[in-house]
């Protein structure tokens, strides 16, 4: 699997996998049943709550989606954009500051 389409698959309803692949590999995101699907998967695997705060639902709903995309891509769950082939890990060992990875 390539760096830019990782994600953790083996959490998945397998349904789900097959039907969230056939629309990312369609490059399908504008259908109600991709919308459906990226809800539950943000639910359970981005927000890890529900229903979603209001925080996040006022400022997802001021997002300028097309830098979103042009960066991130059109799926939270498989980077695509500019970033997906973003990797700075070769250069960690330049970070002067204190810092903890989660």
């Not at 705060?53 to 695509?80: H, K, W």
Request: glycine content about 6%; hydrophobic content about 40%.
């Amino acid at each position: 699997m390539e760096y830019n389409k990782m994600v953790v698959w083996e959490v998945y309803h397998p349904t789900c996998k097959i039907v969230y692949m056939s629309w990312m590999n369609k490059h399908e995101y504008d259908s109600a049943e991709y919308d459906a699907i990226d809800k539950v998967l943000t639910t359970y695997f981005t927000l890890r709550t529900a229903p979603a705060p209001d925080c996040f639902t006022t400022s997802a709903s001021g997002a300028n989606l097309e830098i979103y995309v042009g960066m991130q891509g059109p799926s939270e769950f498989a980077v695509g954009g500019v970033l997906g082939d973003f990797n700075v890990t070769s250069r960690l060992d330049e970070l002067i500051s204190s810092l903890i990875l989660a």
